[in-house]
């Protein structure tokens, strides 16, 4: 007798050629709804808008880290191997986690107390992931360009972040 995993679906991504950043978002938000959805597995569905995001926008490393009593673990993510854990209020992830706010730096070499996990990061964002007012995790982004992210990534992102359920 064999057995099927019907669950386990072959998923693709699909957005236009030669459009803006700001249509790439509204292309990919709606494909990401439609993937977490059905799937209550909070990393698996992390793993996924992972994925996406490296996929469609290219970005150097983009991933989550999880709040595990007073530090962040990695939780899933897409680029080269990460920082493991981080303290609360330390880093960009660790601020933004303290700060309950997203934080966008333009330079990572200008933002004070800044945990280099790869020399090749530039710039980065940091959206942090609630759950009934609580941080449980920031989405974390991470480019290899000086000022690549914006107040389009900051609100894209945050939507994108809702999309994790805990």
């Not at 996929?55 to 191997?81: A, D, K, N």
């Not at 090749?120 to 989405?139: H, N, Y």
Request: with cysteine.
């Amino acid at each position: 007798m064999r057995f099927f995993n019907l669950s386990c679906m072959a998923e693709e991504i699909i957005i236009p050629k030669g459009v803006s950043k700001t249509e790439k978002y509204e292309a990919l938000i709606p494909q990401l709804k439609s993937l977490v959805e059905s799937e209550p597995d909070t990393i698996a569905n992390m793993a996924n808008i992972s994925a996406a995001l490296k996929e469609v926008f290219s970005f150097y490393w983009v991933g989550f880290y999880i709040v595990r009593g007073e530090q962040l673990v990695l939780g899933p993510f897409q680029g080269p191997i990460a920082c493991t854990r981080i303290r609360y209020g330390k880093g960009v992830c660790g601020t933004a986690w303290k700060e309950q706010k997203t934080i966008l730096v333009p330079n990572v070499d200008e933002f004070p107390g800044h945990i280099a996990c790869s020399s090749l990061s530039k710039s980065e964002i940091v959206i942090p992931v609630f759950r009934q007012e609580e941080v449980v995790a920031v989405l974390d982004v991470d480019s290899e360009s000086l000022n690549h992210f914006d107040k389009t990534d900051e609100r894209y992102l945050s939507e994108i972040a809702e999309l994790v359920k805990f």
